[in-house]
């Protein structure tokens, strides 16, 4: 099964780097349209940039990651006795190397795993996390994140972050100069035109919402998968079930990067009214699965 979960993760980076490639082209050619009259202009700019950002972000995912989320690195056990010593027991039980260890000065409990690979993974935990669980729990909530670095999950959501950040990056130098006007041609003065300035606007309006869910679908099975693994390297399974209970009901963090939301073990953003857009399952849902095993 592990073995599995690994090759099927490893399938679905190739597929997300696919979808988002496209979704990026699209962009560009939006981009392109409408301010330099060039749609083939524009995608080839759009990549080029795309590729040299994605590259930067993955070769330096946890540092970069972490800078994102104001994430500072403990070194020494002596700084969070506890918090390292619960990584380490659950780097060992999960046979995976002890990843780096930080810590984010937040009042809201959260933690995740980044990372290109097991060899260079990191957690991070706050210190709203730290507060209010005892080791039982923090042993489940490590567990689970150990689980995300064994099965490359932090490979497969480091490269859709790294990719809905260049989205993001490509509609904010679109929206920050719109004003300055697209380009002037003939065709804007025909029907094809105006619907074609009409798809491209729409296009850069949409394209985050659709690089949310590609990110929330998958985020969701993968917390799933993870919270069982806890329970598979804890062999505690009250443990889980009462750390996702300190959850329910936790405030927004207070800086964490929104495009970091799917690496959380919960939702940064804190309790919704709607969960469609969600990148987490329920976490009764979670709960409720934890209780069935």
Do not use: C
Request: charged share 15%; net charge negative; hydrophobic share 50%.
């Amino acid at each position: 099964m592990l073995y599995q979960q690994i090759a099927m993760n490893k399938r679905r980076t190739i597929y997300v780097m696919a979808g988002f490639t496209f979704l990026v082209s699209l962009i560009g050619a939006a981009v392109g349209r409408l301010f330099a009259g060039s749609t083939v202009g524009g995608v080839i700019i759009a990549l080029i940039i795309t590729l040299i950002y994605v590259s930067v972000m993955v070769g330096q995912s946890t540092d970069v990651v972490m800078s994102m989320n104001n994430a500072h690195e403990i070194t020494d056990a002596n700084q969070y006795p506890e918090l390292w010593h619960v990584v380490e027991d659950m780097a060992m039980v999960a046979q995976v190397p002890m990843p780096r260890v930080f810590v984010i000065d937040d009042p809201s409990p959260n933690a995740f795993a980044t990372g290109n690979n097991p060899e260079h993974a990191a957690v991070a935990a706050t210190t709203g996390l730290l507060a209010i669980m005892d080791r039982e729990e923090l042993e489940g909530v490590m567990a689970h994140e150990m689980t995300h670095v064994r099965n490359y999950d932090i490979r497969l959501q480091t490269i859709a972050l790294a990719l809905a950040s260049a989205i993001s990056l490509l509609v904010n130098f679109a929206s920050n100069f719109w004003w300055f006007g697209g380009h002037r041609d003939d065709d804007r003065r025909d029907g094809g035109g105006i619907i074609a300035i009409f798809g491209s606007i729409l296009l850069i309006i949409l394209a985050p919402l659709a690089a949310t869910i590609a990110q929330m679908a998958l985020s969701r099975n993968r917390e799933y998968l993870a919270d069982a693994g806890a329970v598979e390297l804890t062999r505690n399974p009250q443990g889980m079930i009462r750390a996702l209970e300190a959850l329910k009901g936790a405030p927004a963090m207070q800086n964490a990067d929104p495009n970091s939301s799917a690496l959380y073990i919960n939702d940064p953003a804190g309790s919704k009214f709607s969960h469609l857009f969600d990148t987490h399952p329920p976490l009764d849902a979670r709960i409720e699965r934890l209780k069935q095993l």
